[in-house]
């Protein structure tokens, strides 16, 4: 059931990347496993998942405890305090929601406290909706010039969540207007930032996405199957 719909998924993504001339390895699938239970994630990772998504820390904890013997790779999606960061950082490869200078500094600190590099993206609000985290598209220079200075962060480049739309061509300028943010800031690599990587686009609108440069799309009910918040 879950290798189906993963190699669907797949297909989809190959084809999305390969019609805008890219290669299909140019874009990542971020497995989105928020509320499902470790065995289903177990499942999933057993059928060739390599990155899960998460978006709450105990939950993520307690899969992650469960299954770390696979070897998977985990990626934190969802808002992050600054009293879970050590939580964080001790489980994921990359925290895709970092936007403010608070929450980097504290992320940097615990990173330091394990000699890791922590890896992030900077979560950017294109829509200026105040139900979703991230900073202004105006406020990610300066959060870059701020972060610089902090040597266990290296940030790998931006993420967006768009309002949601049934048609996702709407989501689109969204996307681009990212991307086009990623190219004014440069890709040129710094002490500690190169922004390779463009996290954006979900189960309504990935194809969308990887058509203006996604490189990672984070992908739940496709996977999945419907999500059923307790
Ligand atoms: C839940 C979630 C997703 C996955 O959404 P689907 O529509 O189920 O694919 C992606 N990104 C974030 C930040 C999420 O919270």
Redesign the pocket.
């Known amino acids: 059931m879950i290798a189906n719909r993963l190699q669907q998924i797949r297909d989809r993504i190959a084809e999305a990347a390969l019609s805008v001339g890219r290669t299909s390895d140019s874009v990542r699938l971020v497995a989105?496993s928020?509320t499902m239970p470790a065995e289903r994630v177990r499942d999933a990772i057993q059928a060739g998942v390599t990155i899960l998504?998460e978006?709450y820390i105990q939950e993520a904890r307690e899969k992650f405890n469960a299954l770390y013997d696979l070897g998977a790779s985990w990626h934190f999606?969802?808002h992050l305090q600054s009293n879970k960061a050590k939580y964080a950082v001790r489980i994921f490869d990359l925290i895709h929601s970092v936007d403010s200078l608070k929450l980097a500094t504290v992320i940097n600190k615990e990173a330091a406290k394990r000699d890791k590099i922590q890896e992030i993206l900077i979560q950017v609000n294109l829509s200026g909706e105040a139900t979703k985290s991230g900073l202004s598209a105006d406020g990610v220079a300066p959060l870059l010039d701020a972060i610089g200075g902090l040597t266990h962060i290296r940030i790998r480049g931006l993420m967006t969540?768009p309002p949601f739309f049934d048609d996702p061509d709407r989501a689109r300028p969204f996307f681009e207007e990212l991307s086009a943010l990623r190219d004014r800031l440069g890709r040129q690599p710094t002490a500690n930032a190169d922004l390779t990587e463009l996290s954006m686009g979900?189960?309504?609108d990935f194809e969308v996405a990887i058509a203006a440069g996604a490189t990672l799309v984070?992908?739940?009910?496709?996977i999945f199957g419907e999500?059923h918040y307790p």
Do not use: L
């Open positions: 989105v928020k998504g978006n999606i969802g969540m979900m189960t309504g984070r992908i739940g009910t496709a999500r």
